[in-house]
């Protein structure tokens, strides 16, 4: 029997496995070497059972007293599980046996990350790189630990210190492209990337993230290159594709990027995302039949699209099929209820469909929620001076003045509302204004009451700010 027991388990781990499954079943003590234990644990970590690791860890501790890495992988196990106080009490023990082990500080820093308590996670972090070989993880730790602090400029110090140690740290790179968004620090970001390129010309992380910066600073043009690149060298990188197309849309370019979009089926599932984008190309195209396909297919996939829904509606609008419209709208709304689109939409479709009332609280809903939007504003005191209600118009215009000061739009509507109401030198006034904001529009005035085109005074006054 003695004979038996001479086997190297360590060569195939399932012997380790069956003989401590084995052992369980037999209420037994059996004796296993270090490396037999560690192949045991690993073997129900990858089976997705942490229960049992962690009784596995506890014969361990019991056999190898002294053996520092069981009490560590017992913590790992008992994060992986939420009991952070044991995971604590299991690196305090693996601490006094080996001191100069980076995981225990690694480890107690994500606990303390997890937990939001940052000094702690930092100081722990400190520790871990003072006694570990390789550091770029932990630098990458130290980073997400300032982001959560809001301090994006250290995040991005610690970031290159990661990429210095390695230039393949792919989620170093994205967080710090996130970093530099933050910090609306673009130009900075493209210096970056563009250097960093010149090192790793191959890395399609970092073509991407270029691509990304360019596309804020709306240097489309160069974006497009960048996601190509980033295509060329990982060709089905799904999101490239799709930030391409968003590129395209941007330079009107609109059949280019349906197809660009389509391409990102053949490396991923279709999203309600993609295909709500496919839906406002054609929609941008007047081919709204095939806008209202994908829009629909979008909220088949992804009920929650509520831009799909409000796509849905605008292609209806396109048509004149106002009633039909505002049911998609306000489905779009049910799911988005802060869109000022969304209400101006339906504020637009009832007024088309003569629900005056209606129209004038989504209005005010649009307003509310975005008053710096002109055109509203236009639009609903247009509806009130139609209702003959010239004063409450006069209001919504001076509201809207108050909040768009430099909106040479609102002065010239005003213009005409004053003349309507007969206070010409009012009016007068506000024509001065209008046209010392922007003398280019006054056509706007003649637009909303052609006959002022008969009134000298204004015409006179118009001519000395335009000829």
């Not at 390789?134 to 630990?145: F, G, K, M, P, S």
């Not at 290159?225 to 060298?233: C, K, M, N, V």
């Not at 599932?269 to 984008?277: I, K, L, W």
């Not at 009012?426 to 006959?451: G, M, R, S, V």
Request: proline share 3%; aromatic share 16%.
């Amino acid at each position: 029997m003695e004979e038996d027991f001479e086997f190297d388990f360590s060569e195939d781990p399932r012997f380790s496995v069956e003989r401590y499954e084995e052992m369980i079943r037999n209420k037994d003590q059996y004796f296993f070497d270090a490396q037999a234990f560690e192949s045991i644990i690993e073997y129900y970590i990858e089976k997705n059972d942490p229960i049992k690791a962690l009784q596995v860890t506890e014969y361990a501790i019991n056999q190898h007293p002294f053996a520092a890495v069981f009490s560590i992988k017992q913590a790992q196990l008992y994060v992986a599980t939420n009991q952070f106080d044991l995971a604590f009490e299991s690196l305090s023990k693996a601490e006094t046996l080996e001191p100069s082990e980076p995981d225990i500080y690694t480890i107690r820093g994500n606990i303390f990350e997890g937990l939001e308590r940052h000094e702690e996670a930092l100081q722990n972090y400190e520790k871990a790189l003072a006694h570990a070989e390789t550091t770029d993880e932990i630098l990458l730790h130290i980073a997400y630990v300032y982001q959560s602090m809001g301090d994006y400029e250290s995040s991005v110090n610690y970031l290159k210190q990661c990429l210095q140690q390695n230039m393949e740290n792919q989620d170093a790179l994205y967080e710090l492209a996130f970093c530099y968004d933050v910090l609306d620090k673009q130009e900075e970001s493209i210096k970056f990337y563009e250097q960093y390129i010149d090192n790793e010309p191959y890395s399609y992380a970092a073509w991407y993230n270029l691509g990304n910066a360019f596309n804020k600073m709306d240097l489309y043009e160069k974006s497009i290159d960048a996601y190509d690149y980033a295509i060329l060298i990982k060709d089905n990188f799904a999101s490239a594709y799709f930030n391409k197309g968003n590129a395209l849309v941007h330079l009107d370019r609109y059949s280019e990027a349906i197809d660009v979009y389509k391409q990102t089926f053949e490396y991923e599932p279709p999203s309600g995302d993609t295909y709500c984008a496919i839906g406002e190309c054609y929609e941008k195209l007047e081919r709204m039949d095939e806008a209202r396909s994908y829009y629909k297919k979008a909220v088949k996939l992804d009920p929650a699209q509520s831009d799909a829904w409000f796509g849905i509606g605008v292609t209806l609008d396109f048509e004149e099929r106002y009633f039909e419209s505002l049911y998609f709208y306000k489905k779009a709304l049910d799911l988005d209820d802060k869109n000022a689109d969304y209400w101006f939409a339906i504020a637009d479709a009832q007024y088309k469909l003569k629900q005056l009332g209606e129209s004038e609280k989504a209005y005010e809903k649009v307003l509310e929620l975005n008053p710096v939007d002109i055109e509203a504003w236009l639009d609903y005191s247009s509806i009130l001076f139609e209702q003959d209600k010239l004063s409450s118009a006069i209001e919504v215009i001076s509201e809207g003045i108050k909040n768009n000061p430099d909106a040479a739009e609102l002065y010239y509507r005003m213009v005409a509302y004053l003349f309507a109401a007969s206070e010409f030198s009012e009016a007068l006034i506000y024509l001065e204004t209008a046209l010392n904001t922007d003398p280019e529009k006054h056509h706007i005035l003649f637009e909303y009451l052609p006959q002022l085109h008969e009134n000298k005074v204004i015409v006179d006054i118009i001519n000395r700010y335009t000829r």
